[in-house]
């Protein structure tokens, strides 16, 4: 009888091989990093991606492993994910300004008006998740400010329950329109790597487009228009050309 259990169990593992934990993976491919294997290390990296798994520590080392395969596109390109997981990421921002000096791509930046840009940067210093908490926080003290000012009697405590509720009413909706923002850019992301050597970006979404300008590996733009396999990009200095969407990768 136990033959027979220990050899359906042996069919059952070999037609269902039993699936890697991602731990494990992760620590494998850490390993392998370690002992200078960087192009197994990124394959043990993207398998446990694969499998479904995310984070900011798992994209940096991901960044880190192409770094050293030389392969800066794919290196930018999972930096750049490490921020959108963790804006606070200080590793990964030197990592990307280093980069940058590597790179054969430059370009000048259009002005943006100062309280724009601030608002962009405070929305992008903190992840999604950590606005919705700061909003809940903020929305569940309010609550308590209103108890507050409707169950004491001093003038002076109501007085103080009242503006604070308010205010704290006014943070609550800040911080939830932050996450909002935060949420939508990771949803539906506006901008990409450049992944492809170099590619030339045309007029129009075609071969025979006039070439506009030439791009090469690591240059970051932003997404506009797509159609057809061909993707509108605009660089940080407004100028705007079209590209095979295989050239780029989506951050």
């Known amino acids: 009888m136990r033959s027979i259990i220990f050899l359906i169990a042996i069919i059952l593992m070999t037609t269902y091989p039993v699936k890697a934990n991602p731990d494990s993976l992760f620590n494998k491919a850490n390993r392998l990093y370690q002992?200078?294997?960087?192009?197994?290390?990124?394959?043990?990296?993207e398998s446990v991606i694969n499998a479904g798994y995310e984070s900011a520590t798992l994209y940096y080392n991901l960044g880190n492993a192409f770094f050293r395969s030389n392969k800066l596109g794919m290196a930018r390109l999972y930096y750049e994910k490490t921020l959108k997981q963790n804006p606070a990421d200080e590793d990964a921002l030197t990592n990307i300004h280093y980069l940058?000096?590597?790179l054969s791509d430059r370009f000048e930046e259009v002005p943006v008006i100062?309280?724009?840009?601030?608002?962009?940067?405070?929305?992008?210093?903190?992840?999604?998740?950590?606005?919705?908490?700061?909003?809940?926080?903020?929305?569940?003290?309010?609550?308590?400010?209103?108890?507050?000012?409707?169950?004491?009697?001093?003038?002076?405590?109501?007085?103080?329950?009242?503006?604070?509720?308010?205010?704290l009413l006014i943070i609550s909706g800040i911080t939830m329109t932050a996450s909002y923002k935060q949420h939508q850019l990771v949803k539906n992301p506006d901008t990409a790597v450049v992944t492809d050597l170099s590619v030339n970006a045309k007029s129009s979404p075609r071969e025979t487009g006039t070439g506009l300008f030439v791009l090469h590996e690591g240059a970051k733009v932003w997404l506009?228009?797509?159609?057809?396999?061909?993707?509108?990009?605009?660089?940080?200095?407004?100028?705007?050309?079209?590209?095979?969407?295989?050239?780029?990768?989506?951050i």
């Open 114 to 167: 100062f309280f724009k840009k601030w608002i962009k940067s405070m929305v992008l210093s903190f992840s999604s998740n950590q606005w919705a908490y700061g909003s809940m926080i903020s929305f569940v003290l309010c609550i308590l400010t209103i108890m507050i000012y409707l169950f004491f009697r001093r003038i002076a405590i109501r007085k103080t329950g009242f503006y604070s509720s308010i205010i």
């Open 224 to 250: 506009e228009d797509n159609t057809g396999g061909w993707q509108e990009i605009r660089l940080s200095d407004g100028r705007k050309g079209w590209v095979p969407s295989e050239s780029i990768e989506v």
């Open 35 to 45: 002992e200078g294997l960087y192009e197994e290390a990124i394959e043990t990296y």
């Open 100 to 102: 940058e000096g590597l």
